[in-house]
């Protein structure tokens, strides 16, 4: 079962950043006043984008415990703690005092990679805000 959230979770986080970026720089771009408001305004939206996608992957993490197809090492995971370790394996901290032990190898591994990606991507959307609003303000 875990095999198969995998690419389904990643299509959606993929979804919803996307989604994020595409939305965050038209409403950065109507935003008046300095340009570092507008390149900080973006950086929070980006940042927003990444905390639904690890609360995402948690209530999958919870899904898949509760339907019997995972297992953590921790016996009751609460929301908390699916967030704690979503969020580890998104940012490919890497595994800490919870470690999935059945199940839910490749849907960490399929994680982090996505986590990896769109972080990335996410450092590569602040450079382009942060060179357009440098073009704007040496140019004008």
């Known amino acids: ?9 990643s299509l959606v986080a993929v979804g919803v950043h996307y989604e994020a970026l595409v939305l ?3 409403f950065v771009s109507r935003v008046a006043g300095p340009a570092r408001v507008g390149v900080a305004l973006g ?16 209530v999958a993490w919870l899904a898949l ?3 019997g197809t995972v297992e953590l090492n921790v016996p009751a995971p609460s929301p908390v703690d699916a967030v704690y370790f ?7 901290l890497g595994f800490g005092d ?3 032990v059945r199940g839910g190898q490749i849907l960490a591994v399929s994680e982090a990679v996505t986590g990896l990606v769109l972080i990335a991507w996410t450092a590569s959307f602040t450079f382009f805000e ?11």
């Open 130 to 140: 942060m060179r357009s609003h440098w073009e704007i303000h040496r140019d004008g």
């Open 43 to 58: 950086v929070v939206i980006a940042l927003a984008a990444h905390m639904v996608e690890v609360l995402i992957y948690a």
């Open 98 to 100: 919870i470690v999935p």
């Open 24 to 26: 965050g720089s038209a």
């Open 1 to 9: 079962m875990s095999i198969l959230a995998a690419p389904l979770l």
């Open 65 to 67: 415990i509760h339907a």
């Open 86 to 92: 979503s969020g580890s394996v998104y940012t490919s």
